[in-house]
């Protein structure tokens, strides 16, 4: 079946670095979303990419799919004691009937 | 209401009880999905309800774990003969269209199943 995996699983940064993660899938997808967790919180919804080759900018955050479609990042800019909590990539197949998530990265920023 | 509702946040419980746990999405949802996640790890897929069409189990992990889904909004997830192991968090989400419309889901805060 479809898998998703993601690197790193964990990151500890400065406050004030960059951080990028990484989302590969077995399969190529259809679509890609990206979600925040907190700690203690629930997943939130932050993107999709659907297009080849597509890059999305939210503030500090940048969001790419790669040209094959199975693969992604997230790399944020400045990293901020804001930023913390977990990133989770989820695809979709091309037959669109699965979204799988991948394992996440978890982010930590010291101050 | 404004988002998606699950009920009760938190629930202890006797290893060999049922538990049963509830989610209430957002009006007018079509899909529901249900996840769990233990400590400090992904989402592993549950279920999943689309309208009136047969539910897709898939992601069961045993014949303990049901769910139903009453006239196409609320969904309650029950647990029997609960195991240690099934301690976690239960998600439920829910999107506009049904998967596979590149439709966002949106998560309630989860149920934190502890297993004594």
């Known amino acids: 079946g479809q898998q998703v995996m993601q690197i790193p699983q964990y990151q500890h940064v400065q406050e004030g670095e960059d951080f990028t993660t990484y989302c590969n899938s077995s399969t190529t997808l259809s679509n890609i979303q990206w979600y925040k967790q907190r700690p203690g919180g629930h997943p939130v919804f932050l993107i999709q990419l659907v297009k080849s080759g597509e890059v999305k900018k939210q503030k500090r955050l940048t969001f790419q799919f790669g040209e094959a479609k199975k693969n992604s990042s997230l790399h944020i800019t400045a990293t901020q004691t804001t930023d913390v909590g977990t990133y989770f990539c989820?695809?979709?197949?091309?037959?669109?009937?699965?979204?799988?998530f991948g394992g996440g990265t978890r982010l930590m920023v010291k101050p | 209401g404004a988002g998606v509702s699950q009920s009760p946040s938190n629930k202890v419980t006797e290893k060999g009880k049922d538990v049963e746990l509830r989610c209430d999405p957002i009006s007018g949802h079509t899909a529901l999905y249900w996840y769990r996640q233990s400590l400090g790890q992904g989402l592993e897929f549950l279920i999943y309800f689309q309208g009136n069409s047969a539910p897709d189990k898939s992601g069961l992990p045993s014949d303990r774990f049901s769910a139903e889904r009453t006239g196409g909004s609320v969904s309650t997830l029950t647990i029997q003969r609960t195991q240690q192991e099934d301690s976690a968090v239960y998600l439920c989400?829910?999107?506009?269209?049904?998967?596979?419309?590149?439709?966002?889901?949106?998560f309630g805060d989860g149920t934190r199943l502890s297993i004594l």
């Open positions: 989820a695809g979709s197949n091309n037959a669109g009937n699965m979204l799988t």
């Open positions: 989400a829910s999107s506009l269209l049904p998967r596979g419309s590149n439709q966002p889901q949106h």
